[in-house]
């Protein structure tokens, strides 16, 4: 565990951050309080943005309750050194302006000016801020605590396997079930079907897909089976080419490999799945896979493979597809089951230990979850368990 | 040198998207963007892999008198008519293109997606009929939620003795937005969680380089 020692580092960093208040910008200086008809703005604040790139300030302010409402607000920007200009005009019962495109280290007054009848009817004291870029996202550190956490249980497991030590993972019967139905369609002598989802490579399911259908390619290829793979986009289908080409490389069989078989058939999501039902209803895959992101087209996709009596694998994580492919497929891998698969098939050491170190990730959530759950409650009569439920809530905020 | 550049080309856009989301400074804060702009001109130009992949296919089941070859001339015919009608007269409303798509098109994939209806029907049939206690727990708890998302659920409760002036007029609704809300949302979240963990975990091993089937396994 000496690798993880960094852990508690990072922890009291996040709790040191979450303790920290808000820092209010100091060259900001709030107007006159004066209740005349010339000062309608009882308090105007200039701040630097926070976590952006720089050049933005934020402009916030409270009309005087007495004063009758302006028609709208001019907010005039004057930078260091420079000249007046107009950043822009709000409608009454806004009280919040972001104002972008200035220079980062150069100060910038602001005034604001209202304007009812088609006239300036009252002007602000000037405020003023220095806009700057920030190098942390002050909002996102518990996300960074959290996906260093992550990382170190994953990484830690990859060790572990790497150093031969045995790793139990559970048994995912859709994934042992992988051999057997390429098995089967060599028997038959009938084709291997594999859907890699209707979503494009920017897509980590269709990632995970492309992933699986490598391990899936390398059994067909040994078996000697033909492997279908009809894409919704070019992309993909570029990708899948390589990645079953190479399967086939690797396998020792490039005479096998087929081209044509991988090809593009629509990038429309229904004409997709008329033209997967097709190749369904005339070739009778004896296998189908179905792994990688899908919407509406799931059922009709799984329905009509079932009709045709194929062996059907399916793996998703839209949760709510899941409960189509449940009903009409004869596997189905949910969720992380579908990012496990490629580790799962391989048995390599190093792809299991990851998947170990997810499961104990998982855990460590659960943890949290269950923490989280009994620190809300008990902090309604015992206030220091508000503030770890505060602690646990600033961690898993994104922002 | 096949390999290493791949990986390195992975692992230096994996942790420049990691580092811009937890560093607004420029120019990560830039970063992100850029590289989904190359990312929608790599996939634009990529179209052209799909009709060319397209096209090779069909014409070469034609050439071939490959099995069911008579579907090609069909879909080649769509494809250069569609494609003629958008290059000639532009895809503006009321020209051709437009018109084959709104009447042709639309219709068409309409027609797909109403056949969601039978295949829901069919795939409700087999789940409910298994002869378990899960069976039967999933084919009350539909049976509830229908029934609660309909008017007339509520109606058929208060024809029960007191129901309708009780604390609860409406109490199918109720029940189906409790099932809905608690043990469906429960366990999507469960979904979800264990997905982003999977996620999380798929990510690192392609951008550390420890998974590598997707350039053919090779180590």
Known sequence: MREMAFLPALLALAAAAWAQPEQPDSTASPAQDAQTFESMFEAVC?????????????????LSGSASPPDSIRILATPEGGEEFEAGWVLPGTDLFSLSGLEDGVPCSITLEAWAGGSPVS????????????????RRIGMFVITVLLAAVIFWYINRGKSGRPLF??????????????????????????????????????????VILGRVAAKTAEYGANLLVPNTRSVVMSVAQEVVKESYLQAGRPDAYRRENI????????GYAAGVDGIMVRQRPAAIFLLGTFYAESLILAETGKSVGAIQIAGTAMPSQLPFFIAACDYTLIGEELFAASAYLSREPKLLGSLKGQDVAKLVIMLIIVIGVLASTAGTWWEPANRVADLLRFLTHVE | ????????????????????????????????????????????????????????????????????????????LGFFVMTAAGAVWGVEEGRPFDYMFQNMVVPMGATMFSLLAFFVASAAFRAFR??????????????????????????????????????????????????????????????????????????????????????????
Not at chain 2, 3 to 28: A, D, E, K, N, S
Not at chain 2, 166 to 189: C, D, I, K, T, Y
């Open chain 1, 46 to 62: 200039v701040t630097d943005a926070p976590n952006d790139d720089g050049g933005a300030l934020e402009v916030s302010w409270t």
């Open chain 2, 130 to 219: 298994s002869s378990n206690w899960r069976a039967t727990l999933l084919l009350l708890s539909a049976f509830i939620v229908m029934l609660g998302r309909v008017p007339i659920g509520d109606m058929i409760w208060r024809l029960f003795p007191g129901a309708a002036s009780g604390a609860h007029p409406n109490l199918v609704s109720e029940v189906a937005e409790w099932l809905m809300q608690v043990p469906n949302m429960a366990g999507q979240r469960a979904v979800m969680i264990g997905a982003a963990l999977g996620v999380v975990a798929t990510s690192l091993r392609m951008i550390f380089g420890i998974e590598r089937s997707y350039l053919g396994g090779a180590e």
């Open chain 1, 123 to 138: 002007r602000s004291d000037a405020a003023s801020a220095t806009p700057s870029a920030q190098w942390f996202h002050s």
């Open chain 1, 263 to 270: 090809n593009y058939l629509t990038d429309d999501q229904f």
């Open chain 2, 1 to 76: 040198m096949r390999l290493v550049l791949p990986l390195i080309v992975t692992f230096i856009c994996g942790m420049l998207m990691i580092l811009q989301f937890f560093i607004p400074h420029r120019p990560f804060s830039l970063l992100g963007e850029e590289l989904s702009d190359w990312y929608m001109i790599v996939a634009s130009a990529a179209i052209f892999l799909g009709v060319v992949n397209l096209v090779q296919v069909h014409l070469m089941k034609i050439s071939q008198r490959a099995k069911n070859w008579q579907y090609s001339p069909v879909v080649l």
């Open chain 1, 169 to 210: 993972i559970r048994e995912i019967a859709g994934l042992s079930a992988v051999d057997d139905a390429v098995g089967r369609a060599t028997e038959m002598g009938r084709p291997v079907l594999y859907i890699p989802g209707i979503m494009d490579m920017d897509d980590i399911q269709t990632i995970a897909s492309m």
